[in-house]
């Protein structure tokens, strides 16, 4: 079974300031995906952004970029330039190649401070 | 863009009740799941579904109970009702080769009284 483990429950920004949210997950698995979800207070599930694990290369998307270590198990999400609508709670999730569940992690908030 | 649409948004029950949730995934998509989130919790995985077939099942209980039709729409039955099954559920799809670009809907909130 895959764990996914974000060990920080809260985390606040200054407006227009950088934030990192951390990730680590347990698989045995060499093939595999990693996601950020967004879910702001309407709750609805909001890709953020993906990582194919055989690509070394980090995913980017406009302001948001992830920092993956395959070996060390990690991926942690960069919030550059924050602004107020990322104020939300972020989920991290694995997915097995061949599977077709997600695994979250147990979320952390995201305050930003104008 | 179309998206997943689930009904109904909301949904009150009384214990011991049963309530039935739908989804119609997204056109052309193929796979649909269901996730439950209590309160304050991440999402749990609850069951999968690839062309009608149950492809994937997780901690669904076995007062829940879930199909896939002919035009890919998918319904969670849940049955007698308990406190603890107030949460919202989502629904997810995607195209089977494409797994991996999963789309949510907007989530059915069912509280239990």
């Known amino acids: 079974a895959q764990t996914v483990t974000q060990s920080q429950p809260e985390m606040s920004v200054q407006e227009a300031e950088t934030v990192t949210l951390s990730c680590t997950y347990d698989?045995?698995?060499?093939?595999?995906?990693l996601f950020w979800y967004k879910q702001p207070p309407s709750r609805q599930m909001i890709l953020v952004i993906r990582q194919e694990a055989y690509k070394q290369q980090n995913a980017t998307e406009n302001r948001f970029s992830v920092n993956f270590q395959k070996a060390a198990k990690s991926f942690s999400l960069k919030i550059s330039d924050s602004q107020l609508g990322d104020a939300a709670m972020y989920f991290c999730?694995?997915?097995?190649?061949?599977?077709?569940?997600?695994?979250f992690g147990a979320g952390t908030t995201v305050t930003v401070r104008a | 863009a179309a998206g997943v649409i689930q009904s109904p948004r909301h949904l009150i029950k009384e214990k011991r009740e049963t309530a039935t949730l739908k989804c119609y995934p997204i056109?052309?998509?193929?796979?649909v799941y269901w996730y439950q989130q209590g309160p304050g919790q991440d999402p749990q995985f609850l069951i999968s579904f690839y062309e009608k077939m149950q492809s994937d099942k997780g901690s669904i209980p076995d007062r829940f109970s879930a199909q896939q039709f002919s035009d890919y729409h998918s319904e969670l039955n849940m049955s007698s009702l308990e406190l603890g099954d107030s949460a919202l559920y989502f629904c997810?799809?995607?195209?089977?080769?494409?797994?991996?670009?999963?789309?949510f809907g907007s989530g059915t909130q069912l509280s239990v009284l």
């Open positions: 997810a799809s995607s195209r089977e080769g494409e797994n991996e670009k999963l789309f």
């Open positions: 698989t045995s698995e060499s093939d595999y995906y």
């Open positions: 056109p052309r998509h193929d796979t």
């Open positions: 999730a694995y997915r097995g190649f061949n599977d077709y569940k997600l695994s």
